[in-house]
């Protein structure tokens, strides 16, 4: 049935020709269905097939905030995060390298992708500078000057294993006021790039990805597209967006990225984690997101529902003796009442904070695999109607989902006011 | 007739406890609940306001190996958020609210790692706690209340706790009040017991007075069918009635402080009341030396009779449950512990290691401490043993330190028979498991090294992980305990354990000797005893230094010197 559907969509747009897909020496990314511009797919790491869009939980300093690596295994995690400069810091990716990887490290048997480590450097630390030959820092162990380049991101990751790594970007943030700063990011980007794929050691191992800068300037968006796609890596990313921007400008941004990049590639927008912005973004076409916003956003007592979020130390809550969700199957919802949960969450149990953690990490898993299956029965669009319906019951969809709605060719008919 | 109405009795009681071995004053048995069975002794897991520290239930708590055999909570938690109205609301008690479905469930009146009690004075009438929310006064309405919503397994009546240190008047009144509390406490139990009255499973007669005061004996006026009248062997506490409290053992609180004697009055004044299905020590962990403790039990104890507490199970509550705290009370007969210990341990990083069961052959030792020193000083000299092992397996070349078993624990780094610290930097590149042989959750599954960072990067992972393992490792040296028990060794094992701990029965090898003048030159060793130099650090190094440079190379007669490590 579903095949029959797929070929009523392709021959309705005109081509006959098999879906996207892509094989990389470490990568084989395969689209198994397209519905407008959402698309579900297959991703074959080397340690794992990943089904996208997908997002992927950030164990920053090598583990995922209280949960175990067999919990994300039953919460049906493919890809986890690890962060390059906090794991360069301790343990240090030459003793991580010793115990055999990070897969290995932390017993984590799926997929694992590590950021460039600019990012945290450019937010974390006072006075880094971008020249250059690279990031120029304070050390965060004795303050003393310290340079991360290219070349040495790159080696750090190389360390680690993962099987997706980040290419040092010149980030800026989208706030920043300085059209020269961001035509100078854009292109030193490119150059940047250039020496990550020569320093890369590990190319049928570790996957180097790419990420389109250029702010909110179309023109450079579009030139950093063409300079990455003609360097012909197994993915891309679009970065410098979860800065501050409107929301406005961040949809559109998005839209051009997917658009422009390969469509046999996948394509990861970095920092995203909000549900509703994994909504919009996957039906622009996005594959990939991550963020800490969901087991952060946990420790502080806040549940994700599908009406938005449940702030658990809010009074009303004491005596609720519903699930944080009703409609989630997780062990948390399945055993635990908002009442028992209101007490004890930020009060110093451990405890109380990983059981909200599982559940959020369970509400963005269910959140993506809805998605993926929607889009290969074909109600995708159906799917993201009865989404906004139980987060905007009054009808008040924001503009800019309404507006990305619209450029994905999703009617929002019957949901807004 | 006597003997079947008592054994009709005991077969519609939910929860029963029965003794099966015994070893001296140990011993092995089995407590039934409508929530599982524990085999006892045991040591029950710790939780603060109803859950565990680190282990999220259900997946975590039942990793757990060897299992959970029961859970410990302090309703003292939940006289506010929740409060006992909330809990009734909710319908379906502790197990329900907190996850502890197929555990079973002993509620006390105190946390085992803090002190709640004596912030501000009690009265007659309430007890004042310190709680998350602030303090409480108690009264056994207000007690029972929150019982009767927690519906646990087994709980212990209303206590007024006293420190160690409590005068012998304060401890007069403590006992008073307690004995009081425990009379309304009985009372209120028979009444949650019955509260929605209906017919009681298989015929047994059940008389709807409530219990006497505090100068009722168990003579049989109190309420229940007692067959003989008089003080009987039936804890009759948990009877098949249909109220919240229908199936709870009621645990009397054995109070009297620091002060044996008080302890053993307080406790034969309790007896084998009506009603009383169990005895909660009280009064402990309270501020005395851990070496007094056994002697305060035994007061207490020792002042029931052999049939009280055959049927009967004792709870120790508020002991820190560290293994020479659990050995010492398991000797006195304690059934059921609360646990500080595992948290503690786990809050400061380390994964427990001591050895479970003496190896093939151990006997106790024969010969006295100075026969030894007599042979050692007849021995030849010895080399000295280096800290550092320069032969390192590669894992951990790095620092050329060796946590491998076998080579005895540094305790340089703080390690000892009973623990390892994951802090330490000699785990960085440990690719072995936190316990070799552990089939644990954390030794299955993880390396020291990754604890070691979890632990370093204040990741709450690695408290779970060593959570895990603590708990496990307490819950085997339980089984270990058990067994000995069962087999008729408990004194033999304790022995060992406390082997185990002692200073070595080995001379140290001699190195200690005069001191070394600061301007002297370090390779020239100074005047004194000849050939001999003090080393001023216990730094293998230069140990080794002095050692080839043939320092203690005379085969001259000395004195060894103990070595405080």
């Known amino acids: 049935m579903i095949g029959r559907r797929f070929h009523r969509v392709l021959m309705a747009s005109g081509s006959s020709q098999a879906l996207p897909s892509s094989d990389s020496p470490a990568l084989k990314f395969k689209v198994v269905a397209v519905q407008g511009r959402a698309r579900s797919s297959r991703m074959t790491l080397p340690h794992f097939t990943a089904h996208t869009p997908m997002f992927m939980p950030v164990g920053t300093q090598g583990s995922v905030k209280g949960l175990t690596t067999l919990q994300l295994e039953e919460l049906n995690c493919h890809v986890v995060l690890g962060n390059t400069y906090h794991l360069e810091n301790r343990p240090g990716s030459g003793l991580v390298a010793e115990m055999g990887g990070l897969h290995d490290f932390i017993n984590w048997p799926r997929g694992m992708l590590t950021d460039s480590g600019g990012f945290q450097m450019v937010s974390l630390l006072h006075l880094a500078e971008i020249t250059e030959e690279g990031v120029t820092f304070q050390s965060p162990v004795d303050g003393s000057s310290m340079l991360l380049t290219p070349e040495q991101s790159i080696a750090v990751q190389n360390r680690l294993g993962a099987d997706i790594i980040m290419a040092l970007d010149d980030v800026v943030p989208t706030t920043a006021n300085d059209p020269g700063r961001f035509e100078e990011a854009t292109h030193r980007t490119t150059r940047w790039i250039d020496r990550c794929i020569a320093a890369h050691s590990r190319p049928l191992e570790q996957n180097l990805f790419g990420i389109v800068q250029g702010g909110l300037d179309t023109g450079l968006r579009e030139l950093s597209m063409q300079q990455l796609v003609a360097r012909d890596l197994p993915g891309y990313a679009i970065g410098g967006l979860a800065g501050g921007e409107s929301k406005d400008d961040f949809w559109r941004v998005v839209s051009q990225c997917t658009a422009g990049l390969p469509p046999g590639k996948p394509r990861y927008v970095m920092g995203i984690g909000y549900p509703l912005d994994i909504v919009v973004c996957s039906a622009l076409g996005a594959d990939m997101y991550d963020s800490v916003y969901p087991t952060r956003t946990a420790r502080f007592g806040v549940a994700l529902v599908p009406e938005g979020v449940l702030k658990l130390k809010n009074a009303a809550n004491a005596r609720d003796f519903r699930p944080l969700d009703p409609s989630c199957s997780c062990m948390v919802c399945r055993r635990y009442s908002r009442a028992y949960l209101h007490n004890v969450v930020t009060r110093g149990i451990s405890t109380a904070a990983i059981l909200v953690t599982y559940h959020n990490v369970a509400y963005t898993q269910r959140l993506t695999r809805e998605i993926r299956t929607a889009i290969e029965e074909q109600r995708f669009p159906e799917w993201v109607r009865g989404y906004l319906k139980t987060m905007f019951p009054k009808g008040d969809v924001p503009g800019w989902v309404q507006d990305a709605m619209a450029a994905s060719d999703i009617s929002l008919e019957g949901v807004v006011a | ?565």
């Open chain 2, 1 to 565: 007739m006597l003997v079947s109405l008592a054994a009709h009795s005991m077969a519609t009681t939910a929860t029963h406890f029965s003794v099966k071995a015994r070893d001296d004053k140990a011993r092995c048995g089995i407590l039934s609940t409508r929530n599982g069975v524990v085999e006892t002794p045991a040591v029950l897991l710790y939780t603060r306001r109803g859950g565990p520290l680190n282990l999220t239930s259900p997946d975590m708590l039942a990793a757990v190996t060897p299992p959970v055999q029961g859970v410990q909570l302090s309703a003292m938690q939940f006289l506010e958020n929740p409060d006992a109205s909330i809990l009734r609301e909710y319908g379906r008690g502790a197990h329900g609210f907190l996850c502890l479905e197929g555990f079973p469930v002993l509620a006390s009146n105190r946390d085992p790692t803090m002190y709640e009690y004596a912030m501000r004075p009690s009265t007659d009438k309430e007890v004042h706690v310190s709680i998350h929310s602030g303090g409480h006064m108690v009264s056994p309405e207000r007690y029972m209340e929150t019982m009767a919503a927690l519906k646990p397994d087994l709980f212990v009546s209303l206590c007024d706790e006293v420190p160690a240190d409590a005068t012998s008047k304060r401890v007069a009144t403590s006992i008073m009040r307690t004995a009081a509390w425990l009379d309304a406490c009985l009372q209120l139990h028979y009444t949650y017991q019955h509260q929605n009255r209906q017919a009681t499973g298989g015929g047994q007669e059940v008389d709807p007075q409530p219990c006497g005061g505090s100068s009722n004996k168990g003579n049989g006026a109190c309420g229940r069918s007692s067959a003989d009248g008089k003080g009987s062997a039936d804890n009759g506490s948990s009877s098949a009635g249909e109220g919240p409290l229908a199936g709870s053992l009621l645990l009397a609180a054995l109070a009297g402080g620091g002060l044996a004697m008080e302890r053993a009055r307080a406790a034969a004044a309790v007896a084998d009341k009506e009603g009383v299905g169990g005895y909660a020590l009280c009064g402990l962990g309270a501020g005395e030396a851990p070496e007094q403790r056994p002697a305060l039990i035994a007061a207490s104890l020792g002042a029931l009779s052999p049939i009280a507490l055959e049927r009967r199970p004792v709870f120790a509550s508020g002991l820190s449950a560290s293994p020479e705290d659990i050995l010492a009370a398991v000797a006195e007969g304690v059934d059921l512990m609360d646990c500080a210990f595992v948290a503690q341990v786990t809050a400061g990083g380390y994964a427990l290691t001591f050895p479970l069961r003496p190896h093939q052959g151990w006997r106790p030792p024969a010969a006295p401490d100075e026969e030894l020193i007599a042979e050692a000083d007849r021995a030849p000299v010895r080399e000295p043993q280096p800290q550092l092992d320069r032969a390192a397996p590669p894992s951990s070349s790095l620092f050329g330190l060796s946590a491998a078993p076998g080579l005895g624990p540094d305790t340089s780094i703080g390690a000892d028979d009973t623990k390892i610290n994951l802090w330490s930097t000699s785990y960085r590149l440990d690719k072995g498991p936190l316990l070799p042989g552990c089939g644990c959750f954390a030794c299955r599954r993880h390396s020291r090294a990754y604890v070691h960072h979890l632990l370093n990067t204040h990741e709450m992972l690695g408290d779970v992980l060593l959570e895990a393992h603590n708990t496990g490792h307490i819950n085997a040296f339980l089984q270990a305990i058990r067994e000995a028990i069962t087999e008729g060794r408990f004194e033999e094992y304790r022995q060992w354990f406390r082997s185990l701990r002692s200073a070595p029965l080995v001379p140290a090898p001699r190195r200690v000797v005069a001191k070394r003048r600061a301007s002297a030159e370090p390779s020239e060793p100074i005047e004194s005893e000849p050939g001999t130099v003090e080393v001023t650090m216990t730094g293998a190094m230069e140990v080794e230094a002095h050692v080839a440079r043939g320092g203690s190379g005379s085969r001259e007669q000395r004195r060894s010197k103990w070595v405080s490590v």
